[in-house]
């Protein structure tokens, strides 16, 4: 759909790009295009990683092999400064949500309307006007709830093994105000409520920062698009387009950083004892 194909303009070529192919999933509203991209990425994740450990050589390696190298190394290197227990499960977890939530958030860079002229070549003009696909996965809120809720389960079984359901338990009412005899009783209820609370709050912190930075970022590429679709101001267009997007380059690095060393800090701080 290009800008101003119709009536609406730049509000309706807006709306076209920020509305999901939704479809029904036991009776509720669920998001294909989310679901599917990000399926597909952490697919294409696994085969790449698994294809260069298969065809890994203690020699000279390939540039492919020092590329992944590169990025299990820096990976690495990350969770041992933060995380001082055994990293043998950690470091895979966090080389996932890096390489995953990087790769949903890159594509942001497909060019806006690449899926658009796709189904128009293929079905026509009429079809793909009518036809929703959202591309970056990351700025679906859903995308970025579940991924944060794999980790919250994930925190919440390093906790478990690190402290038993006796000592996990125990740690809700009394940490951290720690108290004895009656205000110990007194204080139960508030170390609880608080204790979830900071509980909760990872997650949905998670989950809003990465969402918000890409949606917001998805916004700027519509604008752009919108603003400058003539042919007076394609250059500027073009300009304007290749500026953010070497800027976004870094905001989706950083957005998976993030995410991904905020996961090991939890992990950390739940394995130890208040």
Request: aromatic share 14%; no cysteine; proline share 3%.
């Amino acid at each position: 759909m290009e800008p101003g194909s119709s009536g609406g303009g730049l509000t309706e070529y807006i709306q076209h790009h920020l509305t999901h192919n939704t479809g029904k999933l036991f009776s509720m509203d669920f998001n294909w295009d989310s679901w599917g991209v990000a399926l597909g990425l952490g697919l294409l994740f696994v085969l790449w990683f698994a294809l260069f450990a298969r065809k890994a050589t203690s020699g000279v390696p390939t540039k492919g092999q020092a590329f992944v190298e590169l990025i299990v190394e820096f990976v690495d290197g990350q969770v041992k400064d933060v995380f001082h227990g055994d990293r043998k499960t950690v470091t895979p977890l966090a080389l996932t949500i890096f390489m995953w939530v990087a790769l949903m958030n890159a594509m942001d860079l497909v060019p806006l309307d690449f899926v658009g002229w796709l189904i128009q070549s293929v079905a026509g003009h009429e079809v793909a006007h009518h036809t929703y696909f959202r591309a970056v996965p990351t700025a679906d809120l859903n995308t970025t709830l579940g991924v944060s809720s794999g980790v919250f389960l994930i925190l919440i079984g390093h906790a478990l093994s690190a402290k038993g359901i006796g000592g996990f338990t125990k740690e809700f009412f009394t940490a951290p105000f720690h108290a004895h005899g009656v205000m110990a009783i007194v204080l139960a209820p508030v170390n609880f409520v608080m204790n979830v609370i900071e509980w909760l709050v990872k997650p949905i912190s998670l989950a809003m920062r990465l969402f918000g930075n890409m949606y917001g970022g998805e916004l700027v590429f519509m604008l752009i698009a919108g603003l400058f679709a003539s042919w007076v101001t394609f250059l500027p267009g073009i300009i304007a387009n290749t500026a953010w997007g070497i800027f976004h380059i870094l905001i989706i690095l950083l957005q998976a950083f993030i995410f991904m060393i905020l996961t090991v800090v939890y992990i950390s701080g739940v394995r130890e004892s208040h």
